[in-house]
Nanobody, 127 residues
């Protein structure tokens, strides 16, 4: 059974950077998709970025394109989200998610495609 744990959240000033890391345990089979979502108060989880483990294909929300970078490390079994040029609008709880399937671009943003979620890590951007 896959288990996920996020780390790296915290407070940063506008324009700053944070790096989130998701530790993946439980032996995913190598055909899975890993993603980052975020959730604002009283809203549904919003897709941020994803990577298909087998092909390393990466997908980004328009809000993340050019500022955020998702990366995977097969040896360490981690997925990272490097976030640059952060704004107060990025303030949210960020979640790591796992789907056992190699999701296509057309469905990778759909949160219900993901079966396992981490507990989340808070990111606060303010001056």
């Amino acid at each position: 059974q896959v288990q996920l744990t996020e780390s790296g959240g915290g407070w940063v000033q506008p324009g700053g950077s944070l790096r989130l890391t998701c530790n993946v345990s439980g032996r995913p089979d190598g055909t899975h998709t890993m993603a980052w979502f975020r959730q604002f108060p009283h809203q549904e989880r919003e897709f941020v970025a994803a990577v298909r483990w087998s092909s390393a294909a990466k997908y980004y929300a328009s809000s993340a394109e050019g500022r955020f970078t998702i990366s995977s490390d097969n040896d360490e079994n981690t997925v990272a989200l490097q976030m640059n040029s952060l704004t107060p609008e990025d303030t949210a709880v960020y979640y790591c998610a796992h789907s056992p399937a190699p999701l296509l671009r057309s469905v990778v943003k759909q949160y219900f495609r993901y079966e396992t979620w981490g507990p989340g890590t808070q990111v606060t951007v303010s001056s």
